[in-house]
Antibody
Framework: QVYLVESGGGVVQPGGSLRLSCGASGFIFSSSDMHWVRQAPGKGLEWVSF????????YYVDSVKGRFTISRDNSKSTLDLQMNSLRPEDTAVYYC??????WGLGTQVTVSS | QSALTQPRSVSGSPGQSVTISCTGTSSNVGGYNYVSWHQQHPDKAPKLMIY???KRPSGVPDRFSGSKSGNTASLTISGLQAEDEADYYC??????????FGGGTKLTVL
């Protein structure tokens, strides 16, 4: 059973930063590719970022390139998303997902002055 | 990175079958057999229903099936039940370790 728990969400002003974390258990994290997916209020799912199982490959949706950084610590079974230069349009629930097959419960990020 | 196209809503009566389409391009849906479908009930996390076009994860009823033809993937739900009422999202690999979701389809069970 895949267990993923996101944390680190909150309210931040435009231009600010937040670091999201995702704790994983129930599967071999170090062998699993991971993703971040977000969902703006009342909107659909949007793929945000991917990191390969060993951290060697990292990719992003165009709208967050240069502002967001995905990382992982396989020794701690954690996945992170560093979000800088946040914009109001980044407001969303952020989910971590194992290979887009197992999902966390999400954490709310609100960018507002 | 344009979203895949899904109908905004579909509906059906209990026991009937419904099909939700997901149209992309040869750069995503048509180019790879990596289409998945995710169910989301209100204020809940998504749940994987179909992966690799037509494979069902353990625990997903066989009433759910997936297929693909050209640039269009489809999710069919047969023997509709009240608990199937939810939003459904398709997702496709789009090359170079990027993915794209559809805009979502709201399924109403009448």
């Amino acid at each position: 059973q895949v267990y993923l728990v996101e944390s680190g969400g909150g309210v931040v002003q435009p231009g600010g930063s937040l670091r999201l974390s995702c704790g994983a258990s129930g599967f071999i994290f170090s062998s699993s590719d991971m993703h971040w997916v977000r969902q703006a209020p009342g909107k659909g799912l949007e793929w945000v970022s991917f990191i390969e199982y060993d951290g060697s490959k990292k990719y992003y949706v165009d709208s967050v390139k240069g502002r967001f950084t995905i990382s992982r610590d396989n020794s701690k079974s954690t996945l992170d998303l560093q979000m800088n230069s946040l914009r109001p349009e980044d407001t969303a629930v952020y989910y971590c997902a194992k290979e887009l097959m197992g999902w966390g419960l999400g954490t709310q990020v609100t960018v507002s002055s | 990175q344009s979203a895949l196209t899904q109908p905004r809503s579909v509906s059906g009566s209990p026991g009937q079958s419904v099909t939700i389409s997901c149209t992309g391009t040869s750069s995503n849906v048509g180019g790879y057999n990596y289409v998945s479908w995710h169910q989301q009930h209100p204020d809940k996390a998504p749940k994987l229903m179909i992966y690799d076009v037509s494979k069902r994860p353990s625990g997903v009823p066989d009433r759910f099936s997936g297929s693909k033809s050209g640039n269009t993937a489809s999710l069919t739900i047969s023997g509709l039940q009240a608990e199937d009422e939810a939003d459904y999202y398709c997702c496709s690999y789009a090359g170079t370790y990027t993915w794209v979701f559809g805009g979502g389809t709201k399924l109403t069970v009448l």
